[in-house]
């Protein structure tokens, strides 16, 4: 049987795994859209990121130094990146913005297998969030909880740049048509390289918030950035809201899948296919909704581009 | 389309292939007989790739997908037992093409950014299939009991049977490619590369001609697995992972896309780079990392570009 409270605590986790996704997602989403470029290495910013927050963690002991060096450094590296390497990329195909940045993901992933070594970092829970807060006789544990609260915080501010302010408008505009606003006199390469650094500090913020339950691993960022282009493709290419929508949902369907698929499948299989048929299934269920959403809405649930 | 430099290079290309097994057994190293089967087998899955990406203008991220069904086809065949290389490779292509069907009629619903998403996400979820298969290995893998087996035919446990097997299927592949992209079909498949709008205009229904391309790579791609499995004697989730649908890319580009000795050559060129980098140094990628990138910038339309004027646009 399944019962509730496990129910409602593996919902929580899926809601601090969405918000993680979506921390990744708010970024990139926006690189993919403004300028049309495919951008595999923001899987890299995110290990990066949890490689340096974990670092400066050990050294020092204060977990919230650890982050506080992590963002500015991604966010400098995000920039260095964007100005020197991807921006000869724009007037490219699509092939040759894979390939580039493929390029920089084995550099980068061999580059931390250098200076770190492959066998990855374990990185404590700071002492200060350790310790649960139960609800309704439910133990969340505290650090989740800030990570949602960190999550929620980053989704509002971004709302409010986005919907209420020049530069967001700019943003918006650059995402839905990036001719017509470059015709109107608007320097889109600034309003862009200003977006691929808050994507990548938030890539950064990512990694180091994940760095205490999720292991500090050189495929890392590879392993997100693939959930993350399935929250992108189901949101909605371009879409802030897309990417929250489309991150809760499947963060949320990711860990109920690992969790109660088998139990589910055994209402009506044998047990023992169940058991082999369910975690299978649950691997493969993120896909299988994207496929579902992309029957139906091949421009995903939020659209953002018009022409 | 092929200059004549890009003939004489194929040519002289496989006339080396041939002697390797000679060259090997002589200097006594099976290393490098294994190598070249390997390089082969991969230039079968770089040139059915360029099918749709160098022809088509559709740039698939999840190559690789069918690679892993067509080997996983043969392992697990093979697992139960089913050793019969006449049903098994059949087998393999057909659940490779039948694959390509489900996964090419969802990810050509789109184009662009979104299509070499949807392709490297399906792929990934073939990947983790694989993982979750504890049955046959999981992510460990599975030995292959026996090879192909053709009865009397030949026989391929043999390594320089297979060998000159795997060089045979090479260069039928390769005519069967230039057949291809020469038929009314092969140009409608480049009418629709390089203005969709206009062959529709024209009353093609090109999306139909995609997806049979698409399905028709896939196929290739599943034998090529099949190959792979009887060469490495061993199955494992891998196969799959979304880099090596990037080192196929990789492939593809390096020797020139849309030309059929580009993939040839490009496969050809990765294997050697990686052979020879990684004897420099273990941490190879970070000199091939930016190599990569140099090339991109550089030189566009790859090594062949530079014997031919066939510049490479990209998309």
Redesign the interface.
């Given at each position: 049987m399944v019962d509730g409270a496990l129910v409602f605590e593996q919902f929580f986790n899926g809601i601090q795994l969405g918000l993680l996704l979506f921390l990744l997602a708010a970024g990139l989403t926006l690189v993919?859209g403004i300028m049309?470029m495919?951008n595999l290495a923001h899987g890299s910013l995110y290990m990066l990121g949890a490689y340096v927050a974990a670092q400066v963690t050990l050294w020092s002991g204060s977990f919230l130094l650890g982050v506080s060096v992590a963002l500015p450094a991604i966010l400098i590296l995000g920039i260095c990146l964007e100005a020197g390497?991807l921006r000869?990329?724009y007037a490219?195909?699509?092939?040759?913005q894979?390939?580039?940045t493929?390029?920089?993901?084995?550099?980068?992933?061999?580059?931390v297998?250098?200076v770190w070594g492959p066998e990855g970092i374990e990185v404590p829970l700071p002492s200060f969030l350790k310790g649960n807060v139960v609800l309704f006789d439910i133990p969340l544990p505290n650090y989740r909880l800030v990570v949602i609260g960190v999550g929620l915080l980053v989704a509002l501010l971004l709302y409010l740049l986005v919907t209420k302010t020049r530069t967001g408008m700019l943003i918006r505009a650059g995402a839905s048509n990036r001719e017509m606003i470059q015709v109107l006199g608007v320097d889109i390469n600034r309003v862009f390289t200003l977006v691929f650094g808050i994507g990548a500090a938030l890539a950064a913020l990512a990694g180091a918030l994940a760095g205490p339950i999720l292991a500090v691993t050189i495929g890392m960022g590879?392993n997100i950035l693939?959930q993350v282009?399935?929250v992108?493709?189901i949101g909605g290419?371009g879409s802030i809201r897309g990417a929250f929508v489309g991150a809760m949902l499947i963060g949320i369907i990711d860990i109920l899948g690992r969790s109660f698929l088998d139990t589910f499948f055994k209402i009506f299989l044998p047990v023992n296919a169940a058991e082999?048929a369910g975690?299978?299934v649950a691997?493969?269920l993120i896909?299988?909704i994207?496929?579902l959403v992309?029957?139906f809405k091949?421009?995903g649930l939020f659209p953002a581009k018009t022409g | 389309m092929e200059s004549r430099a890009q003939k004489l290079i194929l040519l002289g290309f496989f006339g080396g292939l041939f002697c390797v097994p000679l060259l090997a057994e002589w200097t006594s190293t099976p290393f490098y007989l294994d190598l070249a089967r390997r390089m082969m087998i991969l230039a079968i899955g770089a040139l059915s790739l360029n099918l749709i990406m160098g022809y088509g203008g559709l740039i698939s991220f999840g190559h690789a997908a069918y690679i892993g069904i067509g080997a996983y086809t043969v392992g697990i065949c093979a697992e139960h037992g089913l050793t019969n290389g006449f049903i098994q490779w059949p087998l393999a292509i057909l659940i490779s093409g039948a694959f390509a069907i489900v996964f090419g009629a969802i990810s050509l619903r789109t184009r662009g950014v979104y299509f070499i998403m949807i392709t490297l996400a399906l792929a990934q979820m073939m990947y983790f299939l694989g993982v979750s298969l504890d049955r046959y290995g999981g992510d460990d893998g599975l030995p292959l009991s026996e090879r192909s087996n053709f009865q009397d035919l030949i026989d391929i446990s043999n390594n320089i049977t297979l060998y000159y097997l795997v060089f045979l299927a090479l260069v039928l592949c390769l005519l069967f490619c230039h057949r291809l992209i020469h038929s009314r079909f092969g140009m409608v498949l480049q009418g629709a590369r390089s203005n969709e709008k206009r062959m529709q205009g024209l009353g093609f229904p090109t999306l139909r001609y995609q997806l049979t391309a698409f399905v028709i790579a896939g196929m290739m791609a599943g034998f090529a697995g099949a190959l792979l499995a009887n060469h490495t004697d061993f199955i494992n989730p891998d196969l799959m992972h979304w880099t090596r649908s990037g080192d196929l890319i990789i492939m593809v580009l390096l020797g020139g896309m849309g030309s059929l000795a580009g993939p040839v050559i490009g496969a050809l060129v990765f294997l050697l780079l990686e052979e020879v980098l990684s004897g420099i140094t273990e941490y190879w990628q970070l000199i091939f990392g930016p190599f990569l990138i140099l090339v991109v910038l550089f030189a566009r339309g790859g090594l062949l570009g530079f014997f031919s004027k066939r510049g490479n646009q990209g998309e």
């Open positions: 993919f049309d495919m390497l000869p990329l490219r195909g699509h092939l040759d894979v390939l580039a493929f390029g920089m993901i084995l550099f980068f992933n061999e580059f297998r250098l590879e693939i282009l399935v992108i493709v290419i082999t975690p299978a691997s493969m896909y299988i994207m496929a992309l029957f091949p421009q | -």
